[in-house]
């Protein structure tokens, strides 16, 4: 699923999804690390550094292909971003989140893996210092 590019502050009209608010200075990216033995197990890492000012990393190991998402949300809930929904091949990855926009708290990140298989989600929480 793309999300449409939101001005800071615009909410996406409900639809029975989480309300999503994007800011331009949330911005993510993820890389493969190469040279390492495929996972037995899927594994969601704490973030680090944790406390972050503003970026932080957060890694996991994906034991199979599938389609993999991965959220920000308040701790009310309210999901913030959505910096990885796509499918994906077995491997470790790290996905670099930039919070610039965001105030001091604590946070959710949430991956979900959906597969033949069936879904499987896995939840850390992450503290944002200003």
Known sequence: MVLPRLSHGQQLPPSGQPQVVAAPS????LRLVPGEALPTV????QNSPNPFNPTTEIAFD???SAYVQMSIYTLLGRELARPLSRPMEPGHYVQRFTAANLAS????YRLTVSGASGSQTLS???????
């Open 26 to 29: 949330l911005t993510a990216d």
């Open 42 to 45: 899927l594994r969601l890492e």
């Open 124 to 130: 850390r929480r992450m503290m944002l210092l200003r």
């Open 62 to 64: 994906l034991d199979r």
């Open 105 to 108: 708290g604590v946070y959710v």
